[in-house]
């Protein structure tokens, strides 16, 4: 797909980052991917209303983070993931036909009825104070959008970018990954005449039935590189049999297997580009950037290949042999680690204690809930209705239903003359 994720604006956001923090990395990565200040704005509103800015869950327990993402979004978890998971669901629905001039609208859309045709529809059909909610914090925002990155010039790529022309032509032959884990990304050559742009045109035709996620091409005369985006990379392109489902694939157009290391390497800015675009995607679905090239492969996936080690090593139907003998799998390598380096300061996945501050913080919410007005949800309101209950305020409610059944049952007992001398619940109670 279009979107990369950045490597450069949201560096250091920690699960206890500041609110202005929060808001200045929400705001550089929207408007990284093109969007208006009011757009940002929107954005940090409705983050401001849903959690204050905090990677917090919602009282109910089932929504997380800044934008209180539910059980689907991945790396909601990841202060870094839960920013780039609503903005690239937000994103299909800015660029889809549906799509509101409103930015509020969008986000009601996305937030509140994704599965609608259209952001006017899913506001007529839904919590329409919902809208209300997410602009309350409008004027919040703005102050901080001007204070935090006004006057600065717009970051509209990562620092690391090579440049080229990306522009979709989607294709329709292309179909859902079934939940399966991407761990493989493929190239593949076109054996015919073209570029990056015919190409995906031949493959947007439904009735061809093959398509790649990408198609990229160098002009032999400006040495400017173009790259087509034929189908999102969270679907499976059709291009490599029973390995679609698993991988990811690019298409250098107007290549052939047959090529000498001398013909790829008149497309050497675009076999840079293909390693750029490869380093972004495995950050994105965390497959682990490891080379395996031909003819010789000697590794099970995660990795990055080529069609041929489906046929040769995987064996798992597939027949072609592209990309070939002399592809420069030294130049794509050099590449891929020249941009893939910034993974490495990205957090790690796995498990990391936040700042003390925060615990204590999350502490005071378990006890007392989010901003301290208890836990409606989960215990009920107070006697006088003013807030929820706090947690201690709900385990003696509990302790006194427990007390209550055994009081019944030591009756019952009673009845039957069983009951124990000297308990010591029952001292210096009434019988009942
Ligand atoms: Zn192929």
Not at 120 to 147: K, N
Request: aromatic share 10%; net charge negative; with cysteine.
């Amino acid at each position: 797909m279009g979107y990369r994720m950045s490597s450069v604006s949201l560096l250091g956001l920690t699960i206890g980052a500041s609110f202005d923090d929060v808001a200045k990395a929400i705001i550089l990565e929207t408007r990284r991917r093109g969007y208006t200040r009011a757009e940002s704005v929107a954005c940090v509103s409705t983050g401001i209303q849903e959690s204050g800015l905090r990677m917090v869950w919602s009282p109910n327990g089932l929504w997380f983070g800044y934008f209180q993402q539910d059980s689907s979004y991945p790396n909601r978890m990841d202060p870094y993931g839960n920013i780039v998971g609503f903005l690239d669901r937000l994103d299909k629905k800015r660029g889809s036909a549906g799509a509101s001039p409103d930015p509020f609208k969008n986000i009601f859309w996305l937030q509140q009825r994704p599965g609608d045709p259209s952001a006017e529809l899913a506001f007529q059909r839904g919590r329409q104070a919902y809208l209300a909610e997410i602009e309350r914090h409008v004027a919040q925002a703005e102050q901080l959008h001007d204070r935090l990155v006004g006057g600065q010039p717009v970051e509209a790529q990562p620092m690391n970018r090579p440049d080229f022309n990306e522009y979709p032509i989607w294709s329709a032959s292309n179909s859902g990954r079934d939940g399966a884990t991407i761990d493989l990304f493929l190239l593949h050559t076109q054996e015919g005449n073209g570029n990056a742009d015919s190409l995906a045109r031949w493959l947007s035709s439904p009735t061809n039935e093959v398509s790649y996620h990408y198609t990229i091409s160098e002009d032999y005369n400006d040495h400017g590189v173009t790259v087509c985006d034929v189908v999102d990379t969270d679907r499976c392109s059709w291009s490599a049999l029973s390995a679609n489902r698993r991988s990811i694939n690019l298409c250098f157009a107007g290549s052939r297997a047959s090529w000498s290391r001398e013909e790829w390497l008149r497309q050497s800015r675009a076999i840079d580009v293909a390693a750029y675009l490869v380093a972004q995607d495995c950050m994105k679905y965390n497959i682990a950037p490891n080379v395996i090239p031909g003819p010789n492969y000697n590794a099970d996936p995660p990795g990055i290949s080529d069609h041929r080690y489906c046929t040769n090593y995987l064996k798992d139907g597939n027949t072609h042999t592209d990309v070939g003998d002399n592809f420069p799998w030294d130049v794509f390598e050099a590449a891929l680690h020249k941009y893939a380096k910034p993974a490495a300061v990205r957090p790690a996945p796995g498990f990391q204690y936040p700042p003390t501050e925060e615990m204590i913080k999350q502490i005071w919410e378990q006890l007392f809930g989010f901003k301290a007005r208890g836990w409606e949800d989960l215990f009920g309101k107070t006697a006088n209705g003013s807030r929820g209950k706090f947690t201690v305020e709900a385990i003696a409610d509990l302790y006194r239903r427990i007390d209550a059944l055994t009081h019944d049952k030591n009756d019952a007992n009673e009845d039957k003359s069983t009951k124990k001398p000297n308990s010591p619940k029952d001292k210096g109670r009434s019988s009942g």
